[in-house]
């Protein structure tokens, strides 16, 4: 299952590539197990980490139950990015982190996209810590030689300073939120394959002129059938 959250316009100012409408839901085989939330401009931290993602990643998990999860952390999501359109601060990005990670589940976390260079740095810098665990602080960045990068104040936080009206209405995030909700009442979970112990007196070896034969004994054969191995089906 894929889920995905991001920038979603009008054809006329429309992200690469130019799909991710809540109706791509995937096709065949893989319908509804694609989950996409477009978003128009200038969605903020609450908004974002609390109305969207927190409920929409634990209804796909409650639903899906994944046993691994890969988390990528598109930094273009920061407020002041040179391609993004958000409001976002890297308070929720760690926000995200860590609310995945308290499912428990084995999780690689990627970063992905960011097109402010000293933004990236420092948000991937803050979620690293919040895998860790590590007691990190938002203050004043240790002078080092790439100092220059982060003036002029030298701090890890990435405020909201981009001033992107919100263009997101609770009424609007609300009526995709439960047109997923609804996409993912079709899921009946993980496809699975259960496995079905076979004794062993069952366990079909080959013989020396290539026929099949149940632990060691010379396989059976219909009268009237030729020499070709017995067939026989693998129970899963």
């Known amino acids: ?5 991001h920038k979603y316009g009008p054809k006329d100012n429309m992200f690469f590539p130019g799909t991710g409408d809540v109706v791509d839901v995937g096709t065949d085989r893989g319908k509804y197990y694609a989950v996409n939330f477009p978003l128009k401009d200038g969605v903020t931290d609450e908004q974002y980490s609390e109305k969207i993602f927190k409920p929409i990643i634990s ?4 639903t899906f139950k994944p046993t691994a999860i890969v988390l990528q952390c598109g930094a273009d999501s920061l407020a002041g990015d040179r391609l993004g359109c958000f409001n976002l601060t890297s308070m929720a990005h760690g926000a995200c982190v860590e609310f995945v990670k308290g499912f428990n589940l084995p999780l690689l976390v990627l970063g992905g996209g960011g097109y402010t260079v000293s933004s990236v740095a420092r948000c991937w810098t803050y979620e690293t810590a919040c895998l860790l665990e590590a007691d990190i602080s938002l203050g004043k960045i240790p002078d080092n030689d790439y100092s220059e990068y982060f003036g002029p104040d030298n701090s890890l936080f990435v405020p909201a300073t981009g001033g992107m009206m919100n263009e997101n209405s609770h009424r609007d995030v609300e009526k995709i939120k439960n047109r997923i909700f609804e996409h ?3 899921v009946q979970g993980a496809p699975s394959v259960q496995m079905k112990h076979m004794p062993p ?7 020396d002129d290539g026929g099949l034969k149940p632990d060691g004994k010379e396989a059976e054969r219909e009268p009237g ?7 026989h089906r693998n129970e899963f």
């Not at 209804?59 to 409650?62: F, K, L, M």
């Open 225 to 231: 059938a030729g020499a070709g191995p017995a067939r």
């Open 201 to 207: 007196e069952m366990v079909l070896e080959e013989d």
């Open 184 to 186: 993912l009442r079709m």
């Open 59 to 62: 209804q796909c998990i409650s």
């Open 1 to 5: 299952m894929t889920v995905s959250i």
